[in-house]
């Protein structure tokens, strides 16, 4: 027996009956990640999916997918509010590539990039802003981009930030050590040699 040739057209309405659940922003980054993951390349003119409405064909006239995303850098870190400094960094990283105007838009960012991002967002300055974004590229939130010294969010930092930030729950520092430490076990004592 052999196995029916699969349609386009079947292909597309599968895609679009799975995305119809998500508003506009969530389907883009839903597609992203799936060329992303099928190793496509980005494409050169996006279509919406949906039939469009006015607010989506002002967006696409912007140059902003999805909605409003003209807020600074400040409000949208404090929306966010990371963490750690590897948080800050996968944030500003996200910031640039996907929540400014189409113009401002950087697909990587430097260590002098995330400085300028703490300034404007009043967060202390990093001491060490290069060794932040290579800390978060070992944590596979980061990629390394073209450039000595530049890094891009990948789709593990793209899901932090979109989904998991703000982090809900505790904010107890996650050095916290599980167990009792050093100073609180019973100290060792020698016991008197049987006889």
Do not use: C
């Amino acid at each position: 027996m052999t196995k029916p040739q699969s349609d386009d057209l079947d292909a597309v309405r599968m895609v679009v009956d799975a995305l119809g659940g998500f508003d506009a922003k969530e389907q883009e980054r839903i597609i992203r990640w799936a060329r992303e993951k099928l190793g496509l390349g980005q494409p050169i003119a996006v279509s919406p999916i949906s039939a469009p409405t006015p607010q989506s064909t002002a967006n696409v006239a912007t140059g902003q997918p999805g909605g409003a995303r003209s807020q600074d850098i400040k409000t949208f870190i404090a929306s966010k509010s990371p963490q750690s400094d590897v948080q800050f960094a996968t944030a500003v990283a996200y910031y640039y590539r996907f929540e400014v105007p189409e113009s401002e838009q950087k697909s990587a960012i430097t260590a002098e990039d995330l400085q300028d991002a703490a300034r404007k967002a009043d967060r202390d300055r990093l001491t060490k802003p290069s060794q932040t974004l290579v800390n978060a590229y070992h944590q596979g939130l980061l990629d390394k981009a073209g450039e000595r010294g530049a890094y891009s969010v990948n789709t593990v930092g793209e899901n932090l930030v979109a989904m998991t930030l703000p982090a809900s729950g505790t904010n107890a520092p996650q050095s916290q050590r599980r167990g009792k430490s050093r100073s609180q076990k019973k100290p060792f004592s020698k016991r008197a040699p049987k006889k």
